[in-house]
């Protein structure tokens, strides 16, 4: 399977590149705005797993580019980037593409992190109004700490929560979810369902900044 | 310490009055809008803990009475009823005496629940600003399944997340909760991110639905 990470330089990129590079046998395939600074952090990244004993073989694209060859299409970009980014892909989608959301809109003021919903009623409903019909869209990976994420030296232990109104683009994430170690994937109903999904990421960044035993958090479902 | 649960007849107040009884030596008050029916749930509660070996003494009264009498008064009321049942008690409460709210409001469609707070942005900011201005008002016990919670045989692992804009109000519901066996009280800062805490009601009750093997769903933050 091909996985390609749109935004893939950001935060959350990086950590599921290189999750993904490390745990499964999917080619994976960095997008950035600027095919350039995709094939720099191809570069780090491969560095970074080889540090980890993990000879990887990473390829750096335009986003367009690597939406184009992917089975699987997360869009990893900042939330306010997301339309966008759906927009400028969405002639290389079809219905064998799963278009992945882990974005959350959040605002912050003293207090915390609130979470911040577009007129949609949450990012990954935007993403399936802006998507193309035809193409299933799953809601997956909101509410992992980019910094646990990226660093390969964290054994994980944590849940993601699904949503999807495709039942077989839901399995599909799921089994790929499964593939990373110490991330179990759990079932969070259809797209509807997402905003209650999102709002548990500025919830987590808010536990780590009050509680000074705690950071990095993430959620289990027990 | 006393301890009213304003509501204490309802799922949410009957096992946090069971666990307080089992795990603490505080006096417990259940309260209701009804004395006698509060009465009656007191009788049922004694029993349940009798057949765990625990001795308890709890006393039923209006709740009204309850919190004239409680150093904490727990609104263990459904969401629509919080408003008027602090407005009920209030010439009771005084700058002693801890206001804590676990109610969440909550709209079911067919794909789940959903979040819906009342206008002042969450239930916990709703009691805050309608009980008098010196009491203080500690958000608590929101996500906690209320199955699991009245079933003493479930030993538990969970957190519960305390939001508070008083310090000191906080750090006692805090040693409170501590009491209970197996629940880790968390702070997830002031009241004014209490709408990210209370969202999390809805998505258990999601996670439960959409999990066949997970049931009385609750949150370990790690």
Redesign the interface.
């Known amino acids: 399977m091909r996985i390609a990470l749109l935004g893939g330089t950001g935060d959350i990129g990086e950590g599921l590149a290189l999750r993904f590079a490390r745990d499964t046998d999917h080619e994976i395939l960095v997008g950035s705005r600027d095919p350039e600074k995709a094939r720099d952090a191809v570069e780090e990244y491969e560095a970074t797993l080889s540090e980890h004993g993990v000879d990887a073989d990473l390829k750096g694209f335009a986003n367009e580019m690597a939406a184009d060859r992917a089975d699987v299409v997360v869009l990893s970009v900042p939330p306010y980037y997301v339309g966008d980014t759906v927009d400028a892909v969405a002639d290389r989608l079809d219905e064998d593409t799963i278009l992945v959301t882990p974005a959350v809109g959040m605002q912050g003021?003293e207090?915390?992190?609130?979470?911040h919903p577009p007129g949609a009623g949450s990012v990954t409903e935007l993403v399936a109004q802006r998507a193309p019909d035809e193409v299933p869209v799953v809601g997956a990976f909101h509410n992992l700490a980019a910094g646990k994420l990226a660093d390969l030296e964290v054994e994980f232990?944590?849940d993601t929560?699904l949503v999807a109104d495709d039942a077989d683009a839901k399995k599909r994430v799921r089994d790929l979810t499964n593939e990373i170690e110490g991330l179990r994937p759990?079932?969070?109903?259809?797209l509807?369902?997402a905003?209650?999904?999102e709002?548990?990421t500025?919830?987590?960044i808010?536990?780590a900044?009050?509680?000074d035993d705690?950071e990095d958090?993430?959620?289990?479902?027990?």
Chains 1, 2 share one sequence.
């Not at 958090?217 to 027990?222: E, F, L, Y």
């Open positions: 003021d207090d915390g992190m609130h979470y232990d944590l929560l759990l079932d969070a109903g259809p509807a369902n905003a209650e999904v709002s548990v500025p919830l987590v808010n536990i900044r009050y509680n705690l958090v993430g959620a289990k479902w027990v």
